[in-house]
Structure formats: structure tokens, C-alpha cells
């Protein structure tokens, strides 16, 4: 549904896009320690077939040579056989990566590679929108697919088929990542999330993700990081305090 961005839940077959996956580069990310991550936002208590947002992009603080990174992204995830399996797509710096830069990046559990697409160059102060949706698969399943809105049409970035159904517990985060071997923290200016949607349905109509009405649950407090709520839950921004 392309248009303003409170409709940016997922394009209809057709209508201004591309439906062929877009060209990344996989990479695998080097080993984590589970206490490095803070996770700042919102994730929804019950399932929904899309979610969608508007990612600010900055320039933040992550090291040079070491494990940190920051990544605004959007999920759907679900547990199977007691793994949780997931679909993210949105921005990330990571320290590992020797540009200094900013990168559009999905992620899926099945192949376990972070893509870097960097076809679509993004620097700091610029805003992303991304949407994860199901659909059907070809072969039966749910397809799960991550669209970037670029060059006014949607761009298909991934099409995982995930092994779980059309409907997902959904987060929207800030992630940051302290490599534990450094210790610390380090700067993450203020990355305002905007516009977040999700759908019911699979190609079912855009709602705002708002309290009420979509049912939330929001990230703990983490020292040196803050959550600064705007709106419940579609319009707020996340960084250092």
C-alpha cells in the first residue's frame, strides 16, 4: 500500500514496486555475548501479519575493531520447536565493518546471514521505511518478505519462506549492542522512530501501532540508554541519556 507513510504496511502486487529480492551482501556477524544487548522500543502481546516504520538514520558512537553495533529495525518473530525464528530488515552500523558508515540490512533465522544492500546508500539524518509482511509461499507456508520504500515504489529486499504461519509477535527496536570485551557505552544520538503500523491480516489495511489499540509491551530501562515516548507506541526516539 504505498502512499503517506501511516499506509506503509507493505505494497499491493503491482503497485509501484519490485517484486524480485534485491541484491545484498551476506555476511556473517561475529559471535555475541547475550549480555551485550539493550534493546529499546516495543513489542507487541499479541500476533499480526505486518509491521511498519519510519527509521531515522545516525551517526553513532560504535568502535572501530570490535563487536558494538546499532541496528533500527522492525521484526516478526515466533517460536518453533523452542528456537524463536525471526525476520528483521531496517539500518545498522556495526564496529566491524571498516567504513564508518551507515547500511540498509535485513535479517533472516533460516540462512543466519546479515545482507547489506547497499545499492541504497543511507547517511546520517536520513529516514528508511521498511515493512515486513507474510504472504503466501509457492510451495506452501508463509513467505515473509522485508520491503524498503526507495525511489518512490517498494523494493523487495528478502522473501524468506520462515516455519511459521501468516501471523507474528512484532517488535520495533533500537538495538544497541556493547561488545562485552570493550565494556562500557558509547554514544547513540536520538534515533526517532515514526509513522509504526501494523496490519491483522495478511494484505489486510494499515493501523496505527497505538495504545490502546494494539496491545504492548515496552523494553526495560537500561543504564546510559532511554526510550523518550512521543506517542504510544508510532511515534518516539531512543539513544544515550
Known amino acids: 500500500m504505498p502512499g503517506s507513510d501511516a499506509a506503509k504496511v ?34 507487541s ?4 501479519a505486518a509491521v511498519g516504520a519510519t527509521l531515522q538514520v545516525r551517526d553513532t ?13 522492525v521484526m516478526a518473530r515466533a517460536d518453533v520447536a523452542g528456537r524463536t525464528r525471526w525476520i528483521e530488515a531496517g539500518w545498522t552500523e556495526d564496529g566491524w565493518l571498516d567504513d ?14 546479515w545482507t547489506y544492500y547497499d545499492q541504497y546508500p543511507v547517511h546520517d539524518g536520513d529516514r528508511v521505511s521498511v515493512v515486513v509482511q507474510s504472504g503466501p509461499a509457492a510451495n506452501g507456508g508463509t513467505t515473509w518478505r522485508a520491503y524498503l520504500w526507495w525511489d518512490d515504489r517498494w523494493n523487495l529486499l528478502a522473501a524468506p519462506t520462515l516455519p511459521f504461519g501468516p501471523r507474528a509477535q512484532l517488535e520495533q527496536y533500537v538495538e544497541v549492542y556493547v561488545d562485552p570485551r570493550r565494556g562500557g557505552r558509547y554514544p547513540v544520538p536520538a534515533v526517532t ?31 546510559g540508554y532511554c526510550v523518550s515516548w512521543q506517542r504510544r507506541y ?5 539513544g544515550t541519556c
Open 10 to 43: 507493505g505494497p499491493a502486487a503491482g503497485a509501484g514496486m519490485t517484486d524480485q529480492p534485491g541484491t545484498g551482501i551476506a555476511a556473517g556477524r561475529p559471535a555475541e555475548d547475550a549480555d551485550g544487548y539493550r534493546h529499546l522500543g516495543a513489542y
Open 45 to 48: 502481546e499479541n500476533d499480526y
Open 61 to 73: 558512537g560504535v568502535r572501530r575493531r570490535s563487536n558494538d553495533f546499532v541496528a533500527a529495525r
Open 100 to 113: 564508518n558508515g551507515q547500511h540498509v540490512y535485513t535479517y533472516d533465522s533460516t540462512g543466519g546471514d
Open 193 to 223: 522512530v515514526s509513522a509504526s503500523v501494523v496490519a491483522a491480516d495478511p494484505g489486510g489495511d494499515a493501523v496505527p501501532w497505538r495504545d490502546p489499540g494494539v496491545p504492548t509491551d515496552t523494553s526495560p530501562d537500561y543504564p
Open 234 to 238: 508510532d511515534s518516539w526516539a531512543a
